[in-house]
């Protein structure tokens, strides 16, 4: 089944910088979608991206699809306290289960 | 709308023993997923419920099963309990399966095995 592995691991930051993560695979795929989870919380969606080359924004995230379909990022600009969490990226397998990345976690030096 | 809700949202069991979890789906949705989460990992696939029939399956053993209910809720069981069983329970629904609004999950249920 498709894999994603998901890049850095942890990242850490100084409030008001720039994070980005990165997700890859080695096979193309069909979509992929985005998901935060607070610390003690439960991982909420933030967007699905389906075309080659998609660009969504929402707000201070952008949210990239590469030209292949292969890898996709996640952009925050100006990060603020608000950002911490663990962001995962997850696809779809089938019909019936996403495969999550193994994320990555953001904290925010104040 | 109501979201999806888990209970109970802690639990502490003893290996060898069975636990039970639950899970309303939010307003609308006929499929309900569950996942289990180690510390600092993502969610895994257990399995997926569609108009009470099991939809597919994660690499988890028999021990774990499931039902759905009429009303689209369901449940989680877990038999002979083991330590690495512990873990946050979440529970996801959405309608159709896995559709383009992504999952609505469940606050989860944090189950420890001593």
């Known amino acids: 089944g498709q894999q994603v592995m998901q890049i850095p691991q942890y990242q850490h930051v100084q409030e008001g910088e720039d994070f980005t993560t990165y997700c890859n695979s080695s096979?193309?795929?069909?979509?992929i979608q985005w998901y935060k989870q607070r610390p003690g919380g439960h991982p909420v969606f933030l967007i699905q991206?389906?075309?080659?080359?998609e660009v969504k924004k929402q707000k201070r995230l952008t949210f990239q699809f590469g030209e292949a379909k292969k890898n996709s990022s996640l952009h925050i600009t100006a990060t603020q306290t608000t950002d911490v969490g663990t962001y995962f990226c997850?696809?779809?397998?089938?019909?019936?289960?996403?495969?999550f990345g193994q994320g990555t976690r953001l904290t925010i030096n104040p | 709308e109501t979201g999806v809700t888990q209970s109970p949202t802690h639990l502490i069991k003893t290996r060898g023993q069975q636990v039970t979890l639950r899970c309303s789906s939010q307003?609308?949705?006929?499929?309900v997923s569950w996942y289990q989460q180690a510390l600092g990992q993502g969610p895994q696939f257990i399995f997926q419920?569609?108009?009470?029939?099991?939809?597919g399956r994660g690499n988890f053993p028999p021990r774990f099963s499931g039902l759905q209910f009429p009303n689209y809720s369901s449940e989680l069981n877990v038999n002979a309990l083991e330590l690495d069983d512990s873990a946050l329970y979440l529970c996801?629904?959405?309608?159709?399966?896995?559709?383009?609004?992504?999952?609505?999950f469940g606050s989860g249920t944090r189950l420890t095995v001593v």
């Open positions: 419920y569609y108009r009470e029939e099991e939809n």
């Open positions: 991206l389906v075309k080659s080359g």
């Open positions: 307003s609308g949705h006929n499929t």
């Open positions: 096979t193309t795929l069909s979509n």
């Open positions: 996801a629904s959405s309608y159709p399966i896995v559709g383009p609004r992504g999952y609505t």
């Open positions: 997850a696809v779809i397998q089938g019909a019936q289960k996403l495969v």
